[in-house]
């Protein structure tokens, strides 16, 4: 039998693209956030899709949060670059029965998420499928672009953002709640920081990366495209008070939700030692040399097994 | 009962979707066939996606074909703008049954294609979905970006490139057989013409679409967003010598698959009377004032009722 997607996972399945693909001759190709790409620019460009009842439940989401999640998303993988998106393209594929109103509202979500940064939709496409998929490109600016394969040991590891809001939200929806309302909201619509990007690169970061698929599993693409060991220092690492509240009535460990969680869209960046950081930054760790088993990441020193803490969408 | 998408139509949705967005301030924003964004560029950026079962059915198309007409569609829109694709997005959300070597296939098409114009993919998504999406971003450069707006009375229409064979080529395959050849593999891998559009531009175009809906249909776009009135002349539309052979073996009129054919990706433009057409082009016909019934296509001086030569995606 051949082999499928089931069997070597969604990075496995990049790998594997990666390989068809030759260099692209871009600054920043295929493999990082975005792709950076020399017309007279650069321009920053990202794609990232949500797949109903996958990325997104029509009981748990408004077609507005869906909106502001999606584009959201995109916007964030701009910013992980250090750039800032001035553009959207939206690719929607939807069932026939498909309520207008709910593709209106869709992207009246779309449209005040990227107003936030002052960003517009400016083209699309829309055909027919038989599940819902909403795919957003964006599209940014950017002065100096941040990859992740830039930390160096002896670097500071920083984040800006929300952390493990989101996924505390979707717990309490999962097990049939409603509130804390200020949880919900985290995984509804989200809140990237988006200007911590542009900042971080101006201050110097050598590596980035947004928070998409959970806090270890993202910091662990940053370690290995640098080919360092990130070593997280559990106590550094923020823990709202809502989520410890929470935490205890849902019987959950609350660094869970905050190692584990990726919806926030939280950016972590490296910083030379003694870099001024910017303001929306708490150090959260220290990049080291690679451990003889590797590059990864640790936390308090204990290297991290690549289990439990994220996960692939194909497995 | 709340209303749905296939009450309205594609392109009713995309009106309601319009109706949502704000003006972009991009030179070209949504409703065109790529947008121009202003990034110091200007940039052109268009996304098109393709889903299986519809836009193409596995016993139809190998996975590398796919990719060939994936990027295909996206890199025409760019032509369409008078501009060059330099850089591909990817964005795939597959089943998780989905063999690896069918992925590999594709980008591997993807990738050939895209290498027709020195482009490259520099980035991508993929997410596990029900069924299979491929929805591919083109950006490119242009000098002077060709909308779908300015056609004027008086302009004659030109066309560029094959039309008619991916219809003939797919009435074949419907049908059960594998040949001609040549017509099996216009539908498999489509040629767009896409040096076409920037020798347009240079050539002084005064609109241009890609005709993806079917000439009738995209003609039809072209004059209702320019306010005039298209005729076209049938006996000046080339008509391949393959499509009247194929066609009185398959009893079809050749001319049903040229009106209504939209897989070639042909270019059509409108250009000054007087222009040097570059040689690519044929004069197909001419623009004059909007009827009083409004914009629109004829065909030989009768005017088209908007259905038989095109289709709209959810009716």
Not at 251 to 268: E, I, K, Q, R
Not at 305 to 312: P, V
Request: proline share 5%; with cysteine; hydrophobic share 45%.
């Amino acid at each position: 039998m051949s082999e499928t997607i089931a069997d070597i996972g969604e990075f496995g399945l990049i790998r594997h693209i990666g390989d068809v693909l030759p260099p692209s001759g871009a600054p920043v190709g295929f493999g990082d956030d975005s792709a950076v790409i020399d017309i007279a620019g650069p321009v920053v460009a990202g794609v990232d899709t949500m797949v109903a009842g996958r990325h997104f439940k029509h009981e748990w989401a408004s077609a507005e949060d869906v909106g502001h999640r999606a584009a959201g998303a995109a916007m964030a993988d701009i910013a992980a670059m250090g750039g800032r998106c001035v553009a959207l393209l939206v690719a929607l594929s939807l069932p026939a029965e498909t309520e207008v109103s709910w593709v209106v509202d869709l992207m009246t979500g779309i449209r005040d998420e990227a107003e936030e940064l002052g960003a517009a939709v400016v083209g699309g496409d829309v055909t027919r499928s038989d599940n819902t998929v909403v795919s957003v490109t964006a599209l940014g600016t950017t002065g100096r672009a941040v990859t992740r394969s830039g930390a160096r040991p002896g670097d500071v590891v920083a984040m800006a953002g929300r952390q493990g809001w989101a996924a505390a939200g979707l717990t309490v929806l999962s097990r049939g709640f409603r509130s804390p309302r200020a949880l919900v909201q985290a995984y509804q619509r989200p809140r990237p920081p988006y200007d911590s990007g542009p900042s971080a690169a101006a201050a110097g970061a050598t590596a980035m990366i947004d928070v998409s698929d959970g806090l270890l599993a993202d910091v662990h693409h940053l370690a290995r495209a640098s080919g360092v060991l990130v070593d997280l220092d559990s106590s550094a690492i923020p823990v709202a008070d809502q989520l410890t509240e929470t935490s205890s009535a849902f019987n959950v460990d609350p660094l869970t939700w905050v190692l584990a969680g990726g919806d926030d869209h939280s950016l972590v960046a490296t910083f030379p030692a003694g870099s001024q950081l910017p303001g929306m930054f708490t150090v959260i760790g220290r990049v080291g040399q690679a451990a003889s088993s590797g590059a990864g990441v640790a936390v308090d020193g204990r290297l991290w097994s690549g289990q439990g803490g994220g996960h692939e969408h194909f497995r």
